[in-house]
């Protein structure tokens, strides 16, 4: 029953919302109630994962293959403590004030199906089941993205959907070619069968369907256009959710599927994701060089970021998939928190053009120092986590001889930091434009930047044991015999400690 939690939880919390009387301050706490349960149930099935091996919940008792499954192993049970952390850092900042048309139109419901949805991707053993948890995030964020529109806000969701329809579309006729030759979609039973059952046609044609629709949903390069576009229209705290949450399903889809179903590290597929991981890391800080928008150039450092977050499953070795698992928890709280802090923009100056603000620091010298973190967390200045993960990721690159692509990861950093420190200097350290607009920032607003900063920091003090879990985690996911076992078996596994 533990794995259904941070799926039950977010859905009861909407439809409780749903039933409520209108009020503002009530459905606020409501929502932050219910990410609270979220969180506490997602921990401590991150507990349980680490104490008993994998975890596996068949609905309805139905044995596997066959019924509903829920699996959670170390990397699920991680992510799914993300979304429960990320999940109580939004629904906090809404006591600073949500557009009352907003609230009215169904913002806290859209946020707890999101949370819901994303979950769901995380924890579910069908891959079917994975594309109804993929329709179910982009109908939540497509509905966010679009509540009270704006042309500007309509626009980007309509470029946001058009891309991600496309890649479900490709998602489900690869589904439909995998279930034709195989007769199966339990995940377990697929990687049981499939190496029987594949031909090399069809193989290298479902590897590249499935890294094109997965490579659209991460922002992987060339079809990663629609998140610069979309990211920056919505409230600070939508683009937070969407930033923190959505891209690293795509991640979680392509490490879960290529472990379990193309094990052969050798295969033209891998060098494509290496490929495809580099360009990624190029396109996207070279674009966000060019931006003045701070939250465009989140979009482009996000876009830049993703290709860390996969360069691990391309090399297939522990200590790179460790890397690249570590990456992504280090940049789910960051970049949350990152679009956490354009808000704080908007309210100081009603604007986050770069070339328009100024003199945060002192006007504000607290909240400067809080978003320094972040910032220079994602620019990998050490010793914060970014600086940390990015270690663990190039080591990775350079034990595996593949020096030309540590040294991308390396130029890229730097642009990181360019673009960080534009960031400060144009902010935070120029001076302040005359007459400037203030406002007075409430609790409501500072707190889950607070939560989210002191997480990151955490990362940084615990980076040993952190990174420690992400290799048993990295051992698990290159070990597709071990979740065989758990969920055809019924046998609790251990990655190796």
């Known amino acids: 029953m533990l794995l259904a939690l941070p799926i039950v939880l977010p859905l009861a919390t909407a439809i409780t919302l749903q039933l409520l009387p209108q009020h503002a301050r009530l459905l606020r706490l409501v929502a932050f109630g219910g990410a609270i349960c979220t969180l506490v149930a997602a921990v401590s099935m991150l507990v349980r994962v680490q104490a008993s091996g994998i975890q596996v919940l068949r609905v309805g008792s139905w044995p596997a293959p066959f019924g509903i499954i829920l699996v959670s192993d170390l990397f699920s049970a991680l992510l799914v403590t993300m979304v429960g952390i990320i999940g109580v850092a939004i629904t906090a900042s809404s ?11 169904g913002y806290h419901p859209l946020i707890q199906i999101l949370l819901m949805g994303v979950s769901g991707a995380f924890l579910t053993g069908d891959i079917f089941d994975l594309y109804v948890w993929f329709e179910v995030m982009l109908i939540a964020s497509f509905v966010l993205m679009s509540l009270y529109r704006t042309r500007a806000q309509l626009h980007a969701a309509f470029t946001y959907v058009g891309l991600n329809l496309l890649a479900s579309a490709l998602l489900l006729t690869a589904l439909g070619l995998l279930y034709g030759q195989a007769g199966t979609l339990n995940l377990a039973d697929l990687a049981r069968a499939w190496p029987e059952r594949r031909t090399p046609a069809l193989d290298g044609a479902l590897a590249m369907m499935f890294l094109t629709a997965f490579g659209i949903k991460a922002g992987l ?21 969407l930033a923190g949450l959505l891209t690293k399903v795509g991640v979680y889809a392509m490490i879960r599927i290529f472990t379990l179903l193309f094990p052969e590290p050798a295969a033209g597929v891998y060098t494509t994701i290496l490929l495809l991981s580099a360009t990624t890391m190029i396109v996207g800080l070279v674009g966000a060089i060019g931006q003045w928008d701070f939250r465009r150039v989140l979009s482009f450092n996000l876009v830049g970021h993703i290709g860390f977050t996969t360069i691990g499953l ?58 320094m973190i972040p910032l220079f967390s994602l620019a990998g200045v050490p010793p914060l986590s ?97 979740y065989v076992r758990a969920v055809l078996e019924g046998e609790a596994t251990h990655a190796a400690r």
């Open 386 to 482: 970014g600086f940390i993960a990015k270690v663990a990721v190039i080591g990775a690159v350079l034990n595996t001889n593949h020096y030309i692509i540590a040294a991308i990861a390396l130029a890229t950093s730097l642009l990181t930091m360019l673009s960080m420190a534009r960031v400060w200097e144009e902010a935070f350290w120029k001076p302040a434009p005359a007459n400037p607009a203030q406002a007075r920032l409430s609790a409501g607003i500072v707190a889950p930047i607070i939560w989210l900063v002191c997480l990151t920091l955490g990362i940084t003090v615990a980076a040993g044991p952190v990174y420690s879990l992400s290799l048993r985690a990295a051992t698990q996911l290159l070990d597709a015999n071990g």
């Open 221 to 241: 390069f060339p079809l990663f256009f629609w998140l610069p576009a979309s990211y920056h229209t919505p409230p600070a705290a939508v683009g937070a959710l």
């Open 95 to 105: 006591f600073a004030g949500v557009d009352p048309r907003r609230e009215a139109l």
């Open 314 to 371: 391309a090399l297939w070795t522990p200590a790179a998939l460790a890397g690249s698992i570590l990456y992504v928890l280090h940049h789910m709280l960051v970049i949350t928190t990152l679009f956490l802090v354009s808000g704080l923009f908007l309210r100081q100056r009603r604007t986050t053009d770069l070339r328009e603000l100024g003199g945060l620091y002192r006007s504000r010298p607290a909240v400067a120092c809080l978003a």
